[in-house]
């Protein structure tokens, strides 16, 4: 059994920085991705950014652009994301996924990962 564990969550002001990690732990486990989605109360799941372990490739979503960066360590099954300039409009539970598989469908969806993390909350106060 594969299990996603999320850490470095917490409360912080607007304006500071978070570090998130995540890592895949289990039976041997080989991703071709890895990313972040979150979850505000009230809205629906969506996508934050995701790395590619072939090419090393990542995608952002626009809402954090600038300001929030992936990186991960595939022989590790690791994957970060270092938050910058937070926003207490990132407030969220942030999930972290993983991909074992070549999907057809886009990076940003929901259904590219079948594995997922529990989460770790992020609330960011103004």
């Known amino acids: 059994q594969v299990q996603l564990v999320e850490s470095g969550g917490g409360l912080v002001q607007a304006g500071d920085s978070l570090r998130l990690s995540c890592a895949a732990s289990?039976?041997?486990?080989?991703?071709?991705?890895m990313g972040w989605f979150r979850q505000a109360p009230g809205k629906e799941r969506e996508f934050v950014a995701t790395i590619t372990w072939s090419g090393g490739n990542t995608y952002s979503a626009d809402s954090v652009k600038g300001r929030f960066t992936i990186s991960g360590d595939n022989a590790k099954n690791t994957v970060y994301l270092q938050m910058n300039s937070l926003k207490p409009e990132d407030t969220a539970v942030y999930y972290c996924a993983a991909t074992t598989y070549y999907s057809t469908s886009a990076y940003w969806e929901r259904r590219t990962y079948n594995y997922w993390g529990q989460g770790t909350q992020v609330t960011v106060s103004s």
């Open positions: 289990g039976r041997t486990f080989s991703s071709l991705a």
